[in-house]
């Protein structure tokens, strides 16, 4: 099967015809190609964007767009099983979590279809013989780079924000998983999205992304993925002046003091790193443990890492594989380098014994006492792998959670209430979460980083602000 772009409601192969093959990652088995997009394809969505943006799309009253989102909310959650089924072939993730995710783009759409009528200016006030307001008005055409490990979920979240602010949107998936994003798109088409609205072009970063990113058409990009990638979008998109929302990723602690309830807490803290197998930006990936439980802390740990299984996604397992052959070799180097340093693996989890030869499958692993400034403690290695650090004190907890280049999400385990309070003024992170992490997927709550986590929020009413821009108006009278 090979799937096209999808551009003004209609379905085009690239204009070179080329194309990029799909694997399944749970057997690294070739199942499907989709559209190797260029310059040339990604001008014509953004011609067909700007084109609704002018046209009906433009027109809609946000009351309408409102009805609209919900009707795809409605629409996705109907076919909620078969986004599931793509979403889990197309990335490995058990079959438990794409039916989340699929929830999950569903939900994004019935928030924002709530909120696309809500997003009100201000009054200022001024001498007597002046009203003043501002008004909140759409960018225009918005970009929108999504990266592999939660398409559906990052696409719902800046997709669904940008059109219910009323942009017209043009969106380039992963190379590595775009095709429940196709999907979405011919529902949408199906509930009745005006032509042009939503763009989808699929192809690789160094092209169809870079050429979004340059394209003077483009108003706003959003980009999800690696620093080194969001850094060049960035500085693409400066010589348009357009402005981005940059979400890069991070190396977030969780940090226990010897206070906390471990009982509630490990199978958080085990849950934030094997979910959808530790390829997600928020993953705890740094478990900061008190000295007086850290040896009890990872003997039970250990006890259910060992219990993980990994395998098939279809089979369900708790842990999928990787997305690809080249993220199963980036965290094989990283583990290698927990050798070269002689970091002590505590526990691994189990591969399924029918796990599929070709597939990329790396079961959990809890490294033990890894030094704060090793490789393994500083760098995003987006693989289920945890690197425990032992500490005595909060202000030494609170200069290791701070010192690495990331500032993304946080967790602090403790039931001292003003301990509570002074660590997550003083962490440096875009979320905290206080004895939980991740708050149930989290749609109403903003959501974004700080240092090489990137800047700007996505998700919650807050990501409306990002896909606007505000107009201030003064009348003297
Ligand atoms: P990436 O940043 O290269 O890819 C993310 C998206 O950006 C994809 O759609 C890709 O096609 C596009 N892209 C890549 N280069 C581009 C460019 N120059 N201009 C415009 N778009 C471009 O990520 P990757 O190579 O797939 O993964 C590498 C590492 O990035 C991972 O190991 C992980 O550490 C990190 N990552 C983070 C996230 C996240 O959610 N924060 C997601 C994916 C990857």
Known sequence: MIYQNF????????????????????T???????????????????????????????????????????????ALQDQLEVLAQIESRDTGKPMKQARADAAAVARYAEFYAGAADKLHGATIP?????????????????????PWN?????????????????????????????LSLLKVAEIAADVGLPAGALNICTGLGAEAGAALSAHAGIDHISFTGSPQAGQQVAIAAAAHFAPVTLELGGKSPQILFSDADIEAALPVVLNAIIQNAGQTCSAGSRLLVQR????????????????????????DPDCGPLINARQLERVRSFLGSADEAGILVAARGVLDAN???????????????????????QEE???PVLSAIPFETEAQALHIANNTPFGLVAGIWTSDGARQLRMARAIRSG????????????VELPFGGTGQSGYGREKGFEALYGFTTLKTIAIRH
Not at 355 to 377: C, E, I, K
């Open 7 to 26: 551009i003004g409601n209609q379905w085009f192969s690239a204009l070179t015809g080329e194309t990029i093959a799909v694997y399944d990652p749970s």
């Open 28 to 74: 690294g088995q070739e199942y499907a190609e989709i559209a190797r997009s260029g310059a040339s394809d990604i001008d014509a969505a953004v011609r067909a964007a700007r084109t609704a943006y002018e046209g009906a799309w433009g027109k809609t009253s946000p009351a309408e767009r409102s009805r609209l989102l919900l009707r795809l909310s409605v």
């Open 126 to 146: 001024y001498p007597r013989d002046y009203t003043v307001m501002t008004v909140r008005e759409p960018h225009g055409v918005t970009g929108h780079i999504v």
């Open 150 to 178: 939660y398409p559906l979920q990052i696409f719902g979240r800046s997709v669904f924000a940008s059109l219910a602010a009323g942009n017209a949107c043009v969106v380039k998936p992963a190379e590595d998983a775009c």
């Open 292 to 315: 007086a439980i850290y040896a009890d802390v990872i003997a039970r740990l250990s006890e259910l890492f060992q219990a993980t299984r990994t395998g098939a996604a279809s089979d």
């Open 355 to 377: 796990a599929p030869g070709g597939g990329y499958y790396q079961a959990p692993v809890l490294l033990a006492d890894v030094p704060p400034d090793h490789r393994l403690a």
């Open 381 to 383: 290695i987006f693989g």
């Open 431 to 442: 979320q905290v979460f206080i004895n939980n992490y991740g708050a149930g997927g989290g």
